[in-house]
């Protein structure tokens, strides 16, 4: 019997629509056109809609013949809702819709907490409040939350050498990623006064009283940015409270951040998910299983980019040169937990397939799928990373 569930393990049915107050909105290729009256590209939000529309059915699609091959296994049930600027879904054995809507509501309020806590678009989350104190030494109060995405950040921040940088934030605005006012790549001098503002080494986390967590940016004008980890952290909080209600047999996944438990049906041996090929929004490279309780999570270059004079630029940046990674066209990371397989994801991204397959190896239990930028394509992956 198969049992694979062909849900790609990436998010694309709208996800990432960090639309700026400009209206700008920054996604996929296939939705971009060049706006010829200044060199940047311009997405517009309607387009976001209707060609994640289409992108939808052909997952819905893709995941139908996937079960067909299974000829008796009917399709697990899944609801969808828009969460941080993504798409979110809860999965479960078909047959129970009202213990799906039931899994939604309480996946649902976590990742409702994580985004009021870890939202740099909200101004009055937790972490703009660190924000907003850059350059005062006194720590700010945070709340667990916070904390504890801040103390992963930090130590992956350590562990890969500075790929992955939660204070990522200026450098992020400096290419055009939070506003629609860039339009040419910024100078050499302006990345290295940008540097200046960014580094892990200058954030201040106290943890002296557990009940009382407290972090300062050293620096002023740094930026805490956790986009690249507060996704798998809200997976991993959804999950840990699905199962202390004594849940089995589901699928969380936040705008390509999935975590799974059980199986997805009977006589099942567990959830199968679709890698997708970067170059192809709507195949699959192959697909991977999720034993008990693992996650997986896919970093993209072709998620979120802007294009500044014509040359297109993905939204993972180097902190160690200022500027956007290019080589690497996708990253899929299986982890023991999801803020583990989503932090590792942009860290390999960064890091290319030498060097991350060296720090792989500190990480047990991970795994890693490098897709390459290139024609025609080319994957790296570490010796344990299985796909069918
Ligand atoms: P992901 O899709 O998980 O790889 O996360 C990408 C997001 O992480 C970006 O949109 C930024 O918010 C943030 N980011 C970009 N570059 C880095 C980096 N080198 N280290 C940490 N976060 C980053
Ligand atoms: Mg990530």
């Given at each position: 019997m198969n049992e694979d569930?062909?849900?790609?393990?990436?998010?694309?049915?709208?996800?990432?629509?960090?639309?700026d107050p400009g209206g700008r909105t920054f996604r996929a290729g296939r939705v971009a056109r060049p706006d010829?009256?200044?060199g940047s590209q311009v997405v517009s939000a309607s387009a976001c809609r209707s060609a994640a529309a289409r992108l939808l059915v052909a997952m819905l699609l893709l995941a139908a013949s996937g079960c067909a091959r299974g000829k008796s296994a009917p399709p697990p049930q899944s609801v969808h809702w828009l969460c941080m600027g993504t798409t979110a879904a809860v999965s479960a054995p078909a047959g129970q819709s009202a213990r799906v809507q039931r899994l939604r509501e309480t996946v649902g309020t976590a990742f409702a907490e994580i985004e009021r806590d870890l939202?740099?678009?909200?101004?009055?989350s937790v972490l703009n409040a660190v924000n907003a104190a850059a350059g005062d030494p006194t720590p700010v109060p945070v709340n667990i939350h916070v904390a504890a995405v801040l103390r992963h950040a930090l130590d992956v921040a350590k562990a890969g050498g500075g790929a992955?940088?939660?204070?990522v934030g200026p450098l992020m605005a400096l290419w055009g990623f939070r506003s629609g006012s860039v339009t040419h790549p910024p100078a050499a001098a302006a990345i290295t006064e940008t540097l200046e503002r960014v580094?892990?080494?200058?954030v201040r986390l106290d943890l002296t009283d557990p009940a009382a967590p407290a972090a300062a940016l050293?620096?002023?004008?740094m930026r805490l940015d956790l986009g690249g980890i507060a996704k798998g952290y809200a997976v991993d909080l959804a999950y840990d409270r699905l199962r202390a209600a004594g849940d089995t047999d589901f699928l969380i996944n936040l705008g390509g951040n999935l975590r799974a438990h059980g199986v997805?049906?009977?006589?099942r041996t567990g959830w199968g998910i679709g890698v997708r090929d970067p170059f192809h929004?709507?195949?699959?490279l192959g697909t991977v299983a999720l034993r008990e309780g693992e996650a997986t999570a896919t970093s993209g270059n072709y998620e979120r980019f802007v294009v500044l004079d014509g040359v297109r630029y993905a939204h993972i940046i180097d902190p160690r040169s200022g500027r956007p990674v290019t080589g690497v066209a996708g990253v899929t990371v299986i982890a023991p937990t999801a803020m583990q397989a989503d932090a590792l994801s942009t860290t390999l991204f960064v890091l290319g397939p030498e060097a991350g397959l060296r720090l792989l190896a500190?990480?047990?239990?991970c795994q890693a799928l490098w897709v390459l930028d290139e024609q025609p394509v080319r994957t790296v992956s570490s010796p344990g990373f299985v796909m069918r």
């Open positions: 569930y062909p849900l790609f393990a990436q998010d694309f049915t709208g996800r990432h629509q960090d639309a010829s009256r200044n939202s740099i678009f909200l101004t009055n992955f940088d939660p204070t580094g892990w080494r200058h050293t620096r002023p004008g997805p049906g009977a006589g929004g709507d195949r699959i500190a990480f047990p239990g």
